[in-house]
């Protein structure tokens, strides 16, 4: 009788605006080898498929060749893990119902494992980051949307058809800003890099106080950030604000779900204590009281783009074996 070879690698992929990142990944969470290209570079979704495939298969053979690769794990925004479909993704040029799990899955004859980013950031973090060892957590991922993932008894929630944790678009105010998903008053257009920085035009444009930021010709929630650092005043408050925003937002969160702690990863919680300080404050005052002070508010230790990739692999796990090369 033959031995049966176990498989000790997945590939973990992670689809951004930007680049798609793709690596081998060993059982231990070790980057065998890893590579990326301009997500952009293909507007045509069949010609993008093709060329992640046939780059994935050149990796592969490069280092141990498939005989060794178990599955895939795909991050993508907008995806669903529970239909394989990628859906209306605002920031990707591919529109409509892509089932990208099953197209990968043809092309590569390897079983295939599709999430949203969010979903597989909280894979990341709970498998390699500050969620190890949790079972209920929150992980909020802030950047140019606003996207999270609750773990519940070790499990991640899904929702229905796998959209679950649109956090960003949970409205906050009654006709407020408008919003990139069409609707007014949500989070996301007050606590993502947009929103930081309109929140920053409208403190300059409503007084005369001086501020650092008035001088500059580009301004971005980094950039803010550094502003505060030096003192700026007016610059503190707008992160104040948007701390506030993100506190009650967490608070109404933390309340239905009862999480032992949020985690922030993302751009936006680089801007740490001016930002934490402020979310922290006004989250205690809005939690309900048996959860007062017991939530750990915590920011990912891990790179974003590592976290991803190895979340991505974590994912891969979770799918059946299916293989055309034993
Ligand atoms: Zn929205």
């Given at each position: 009788?033959?031995?049966d070879n176990i498989k000790t690698r997945v590939v973990?992929?992670?689809?951004?605006?930007?680049?798609?990142?793709?690596?081998i990944?060993?059982?231990?969470?070790?980057?065998?080898?890893?590579?990326?290209?301009?997500?952009?570079?293909?507007?045509?979704?069949?010609?993008?498929?093709?060329?992640?495939c046939?780059?994935i298969v050149?990796?592969v053979?490069?280092?141990g060749g498939y005989e060794q690769i178990r599955s895939v794990g795909?991050?993508?925004?907008?995806?669903?893990?529970?239909?394989?479909?990628?859906?209306?993704?605002?920031?990707?040029?591919?529109?409509?119902?892509?089932?990208?799990?099953?197209?990968m899955r043809d092309r590569l004859g390897l079983a295939v494992a599709?999430?949203?980013?969010?979903?597989?950031?909280?894979?990341?973090?709970?498998?390699?980051?500050?969620?190890?060892?949790?079972?209920?957590?929150?992980?909020?991922?802030?950047?140019?949307?606003?996207?999270?993932?609750?773990?519940?008894?070790?499990?991640?929630?899904?929702?229905?058809?796998?959209?679950?944790?649109?956090?960003?678009?949970?409205?906050?105010?009654?006709?407020?800003?408008?919003?990139?998903?069409?609707?007014?008053?949500?989070?996301?257009?007050?606590?993502?890099?947009?929103?930081?920085?309109?929140?920053?035009?409208?403190?300059?444009?409503?007084?005369?106080?001086?501020?650092?930021?008035?001088?500059?010709?580009?301004?971005?929630?980094?950039?803010?950030?550094?502003?505060?650092?030096?003192?700026?005043?007016?610059?503190?408050?707008?992160?104040?604000?948007?701390?506030?925003?993100?506190?009650?937002?967490?608070?109404?969160?933390?309340?239905?779900?009862?999480?032992?702690?949020?985690?922030?990863?993302?751009?936006?919680?680089?801007?740490?204590?001016?930002?934490?300080?402020?979310?922290?404050?006004?989250?205690?005052?809005?939690?309900?009281?048996?959860?007062?002070?017991?939530?750990?508010?915590?920011?990912?230790?891990?790179?974003?783009?590592?976290?991803?990739?190895?979340?991505?692999?974590?994912?891969a796990w979770?799918v059946p074996e299916y293989s055309l090369f034993k």
């Amino acid at each position: 009788m033959e031995e049966d070879n176990i498989k000790t690698r997945v590939v973990g992929v992670d689809i951004s605006t930007e680049s798609t990142t793709y690596a081998i990944v060993d059982i231990r969470g070790n980057i065998i080898a890893e590579d990326s290209f301009a997500t952009l570079d293909y507007s045509e979704v069949n010609g993008y498929v093709s060329a992640l495939c046939e780059k994935i298969v050149v990796m592969v053979e490069a280092n141990g060749g498939y005989e060794q690769i178990r599955s895939v794990g795909i991050s993508c925004p907008s995806a669903s893990f529970i239909t394989g479909c990628v859906v209306n993704a605002p920031n990707l040029p591919w529109k409509g119902n892509v089932p990208l799990a099953a197209m990968m899955r043809d092309r590569l004859g390897l079983a295939v494992a599709l999430a949203n980013d969010a979903h597989v950031s909280a894979l990341g973090e709970h498998t390699f980051g500050s969620a190890h060892g949790m079972k209920d957590f929150i992980v909020l991922n802030i950047g140019v949307g606003l996207g999270s993932c609750f773990f519940s008894r070790g499990h991640e929630h899904q929702g229905f058809e796998g959209f679950a944790g649109e956090f960003g678009h949970a409205c906050i105010v009654e006709n407020g800003r408008e919003c990139g998903c069409g609707k007014q008053g949500c989070l996301e257009a007050y606590v993502g890099a947009k929103g930081i920085v309109r929140t920053a035009r409208e403190l300059m444009e409503a007084s005369d106080e001086p501020s650092l930021m008035r001088d500059l010709e580009r301004l971005t929630p980094r950039i803010i950030k550094e502003c505060c650092d030096q003192g700026d005043a007016m610059a503190q408050e707008v992160y104040r604000r948007t701390g506030h925003m993100l506190g009650i937002g967490l608070a109404n969160y933390a309340s239905i779900v009862n999480p032992e702690a949020i985690i922030l990863t993302g751009g936006i919680s680089h801007a740490g204590k001016w930002l934490l300080g402020p979310t922290r404050e006004t989250f205690e005052k809005y939690v309900f009281g048996n959860m007062q002070g017991k939530v750990k508010l915590l920011v990912s230790k891990l790179n974003d783009r590592e976290r991803d990739v190895l979340g991505a692999s974590a994912l891969a796990w979770e799918v059946p074996e299916y293989s055309l090369f034993k």
